[in-house]
Protein backbone atom coordinates (compact mmCIF):
# COMPACT_ATOMS: atom_id res chain seq x y z
CA UNK A 1 0.00 0.00 0.00
CA UNK A 2 1.16 3.27 -0.96
CA UNK A 3 0.28 6.39 0.82
CA UNK A 4 0.39 10.23 -0.33
CA UNK A 5 2.12 12.94 1.81
CA UNK A 6 -0.20 15.54 0.49
CA UNK A 7 -2.40 16.90 3.35
CA UNK A 8 -5.82 19.33 3.19
CA UNK A 9 -5.43 23.07 4.65
CA UNK A 10 -9.19 22.84 5.57
CA UNK A 11 -10.07 21.82 9.22
CA UNK A 12 -11.59 18.61 7.88
CA UNK A 13 -9.46 16.34 5.72
CA UNK A 14 -10.57 13.31 3.71
CA UNK A 15 -8.87 10.52 3.08
CA UNK A 16 -9.69 8.61 -0.21
CA UNK A 17 -9.53 4.58 -0.09
CA UNK A 18 -9.02 3.19 -3.63
CA UNK A 19 -8.68 -0.02 -5.06
CA UNK A 20 -8.19 -0.65 -8.65
CA UNK A 21 -9.49 -4.45 -8.49
CA UNK A 22 -9.38 -5.12 -12.66
CA UNK A 23 -9.50 -4.33 -16.47
CA UNK A 24 -11.84 -5.97 -19.38
CA UNK A 25 -11.14 -6.60 -22.80
CA UNK A 26 -8.04 -3.93 -23.14
CA UNK A 27 -6.63 -3.89 -26.35
CA UNK A 28 -3.93 -2.00 -28.08
CA UNK A 29 -3.92 -1.46 -31.67
CA UNK A 30 -7.28 -3.71 -31.79
CA UNK A 31 -5.56 -6.60 -30.90
CA UNK A 32 -6.14 -7.95 -26.83
CA UNK A 33 -2.95 -7.37 -24.73
CA UNK A 34 -1.46 -10.61 -23.84
CA UNK A 35 0.20 -9.17 -20.24
CA UNK A 36 1.80 -6.58 -18.62
CA UNK A 37 -1.09 -4.24 -17.93
CA UNK A 38 -0.82 -1.71 -14.92
CA UNK A 39 -2.52 1.55 -14.07
CA UNK A 40 -1.10 4.52 -12.87
CA UNK A 41 -3.87 6.45 -10.83
CA UNK A 42 -3.68 10.25 -10.55
CA UNK A 43 -5.40 13.19 -8.38
CA UNK A 44 -3.02 15.39 -9.41
CA UNK A 45 0.30 16.05 -11.20
CA UNK A 46 2.03 15.37 -7.43
CA UNK A 47 -0.21 12.38 -6.50
CA UNK A 48 0.26 9.61 -8.53
CA UNK A 49 -0.04 6.31 -7.39
CA UNK A 50 1.30 2.96 -9.60
CA UNK A 51 -0.61 -0.78 -9.51
CA UNK A 52 1.43 -4.05 -10.03
CA UNK A 53 2.40 -5.88 -12.79
CA UNK A 54 -0.54 -8.23 -14.03
CA UNK A 55 1.46 -11.04 -15.96
CA UNK A 56 -1.13 -13.48 -16.33
CA UNK A 57 -4.41 -11.55 -16.69
CA UNK A 58 -3.71 -10.38 -20.56
CA UNK A 59 -6.66 -8.47 -21.71
CA UNK A 60 -8.44 -8.97 -18.20
CA UNK A 61 -6.18 -8.00 -15.90
CA UNK A 62 -6.59 -8.65 -12.37
CA UNK A 63 -5.12 -5.90 -9.84
CA UNK A 64 -7.04 -5.34 -6.56
CA UNK A 65 -4.20 -2.86 -5.40
CA UNK A 66 -5.21 -0.80 -2.69
CA UNK A 67 -4.09 2.86 -2.30
CA UNK A 68 -4.75 5.52 0.89
CA UNK A 69 -4.30 9.13 -0.24
CA UNK A 70 -5.49 12.69 1.43
CA UNK A 71 -7.58 14.06 -0.91
CA UNK A 72 -7.29 17.60 -1.52
CA UNK A 73 -10.78 19.47 -0.81
CA UNK A 74 -10.09 21.06 -4.38
CA UNK A 75 -9.96 17.47 -5.87
CA UNK A 76 -12.49 16.86 -8.48
CA UNK A 77 -11.36 13.85 -10.37
CA UNK A 78 -9.19 11.05 -9.81
CA UNK A 79 -7.78 9.79 -13.26
CA UNK A 80 -6.71 5.78 -13.43
CA UNK A 81 -4.40 4.95 -16.99
CA UNK A 82 -4.16 1.87 -17.77
CA UNK A 83 -0.55 1.16 -19.66
CA UNK A 84 1.52 -1.79 -21.08
CA UNK A 85 4.76 -2.69 -19.69
CA UNK A 86 6.18 -3.59 -22.97
CA UNK A 87 6.02 -0.38 -24.63
CA UNK A 88 4.82 1.90 -22.16
CA UNK A 89 1.67 2.80 -24.38
CA UNK A 90 -1.88 4.14 -22.92
CA UNK A 91 -4.49 1.50 -23.10
CA UNK A 92 -7.64 3.59 -22.18
CA UNK A 93 -7.91 6.55 -19.34
CA UNK A 94 -10.81 6.75 -16.93
CA UNK A 95 -11.86 10.40 -15.23
CA UNK A 96 -13.59 9.36 -12.55
CA UNK A 97 -15.35 12.53 -11.05
CA UNK A 98 -15.21 12.71 -6.75
CA UNK A 99 -18.53 13.33 -6.41
CA UNK A 100 -19.47 9.68 -7.60
CA UNK A 101 -17.89 9.19 -4.44
CA UNK A 102 -19.23 11.17 -1.90
CA UNK A 103 -22.41 10.26 -3.06
CA UNK A 104 -25.79 12.65 -1.66
CA UNK A 105 -27.50 9.29 -1.85
CA UNK A 106 -24.78 7.51 0.31
CA UNK A 107 -24.13 7.75 3.86
CA UNK A 108 -19.94 8.89 4.38
CA UNK A 109 -17.64 6.14 4.48
CA UNK A 110 -19.79 4.04 2.40
CA UNK A 111 -17.87 1.41 -0.13
CA UNK A 112 -18.68 2.22 -3.74
CA UNK A 113 -17.86 -0.84 -6.27
CA UNK A 114 -17.54 1.59 -9.93
CA UNK A 115 -17.14 0.73 -13.44
CA UNK A 116 -15.93 3.02 -15.35
CA UNK A 117 -15.33 2.80 -19.48
CA UNK A 118 -11.77 3.56 -21.01
CA UNK A 119 -11.00 5.57 -23.42
CA UNK A 120 -8.03 5.26 -25.80
CA UNK A 121 -5.30 8.08 -27.07
CA UNK A 122 -7.85 8.56 -29.96
CA UNK A 123 -10.89 9.01 -27.78
CA UNK A 124 -12.32 5.35 -28.70
CA UNK A 125 -13.92 2.64 -26.26
CA UNK A 126 -11.58 0.50 -25.36
CA UNK A 127 -12.44 -1.55 -22.08
CA UNK A 128 -13.99 -1.14 -18.82
CA UNK A 129 -11.80 -0.69 -15.17
CA UNK A 130 -13.17 -1.77 -12.18
CA UNK A 131 -13.01 0.08 -8.81
CA UNK A 132 -13.81 -0.06 -5.42
CA UNK A 133 -13.57 3.97 -3.15
CA UNK A 134 -14.37 4.81 -0.30
CA UNK A 135 -14.12 9.12 1.37
CA UNK A 136 -13.60 9.13 4.44
CA UNK A 137 -14.25 12.69 6.31
CA UNK A 138 -11.67 13.37 9.56
CA UNK A 139 -13.16 16.61 11.89
CA UNK A 140 -11.14 18.39 14.22
CA UNK A 141 -11.07 15.68 16.40
CA UNK A 142 -9.88 12.81 14.54
CA UNK A 143 -13.63 11.33 14.36
CA UNK A 144 -15.58 10.07 11.56
CA UNK A 145 -17.91 12.66 10.88
CA UNK A 146 -21.42 9.81 10.42
CA UNK A 147 -23.97 11.86 11.02
CA UNK A 148 -23.18 14.87 8.24
CA UNK A 149 -26.36 14.63 6.14
CA UNK A 150 -30.06 14.81 7.73
CA UNK A 151 -32.40 12.00 7.60
CA UNK A 152 -34.21 11.83 3.59
CA UNK A 153 -36.73 9.87 2.55
CA UNK A 154 -40.15 8.31 3.31
CA UNK A 155 -40.82 7.13 6.93
CA UNK A 156 -41.45 3.65 7.76
CA UNK A 157 -43.36 1.56 10.22
CA UNK A 158 -40.14 1.06 12.07
CA UNK A 159 -39.61 4.32 12.45
CA UNK A 160 -36.77 4.14 9.64
CA UNK A 161 -36.46 6.22 6.40
CA UNK A 162 -36.13 4.87 3.29
CA UNK A 163 -33.99 6.71 0.92
CA UNK A 164 -34.47 6.03 -2.93
CA UNK A 165 -31.35 6.68 -5.31
CA UNK A 166 -32.43 8.27 -9.03
CA UNK A 167 -31.77 6.19 -11.46
CA UNK A 168 -31.37 6.97 -15.69
CA UNK A 169 -31.73 4.97 -18.24
CA UNK A 170 -29.26 5.15 -21.38
CA UNK A 171 -29.58 3.52 -24.22
Avoid: Q
Wanted: hydrophobic share 35%.
Amino acid sequence: MKRSTNTTSSSSSRTLEFTVLSGEDLRLDGKPIKKGAFVVVKIDPLNRFTTKIDAEGGSYPYWEDKFVMELPANSRFVTAEVRCKNNGRIVGKATMPVSDIEGEYTPLDYLHFLSYRLRDERGLKNGIVNVSARLKVRGYAGSSLTAAKPEMGLPTYAGGVVTGVPVGYHA
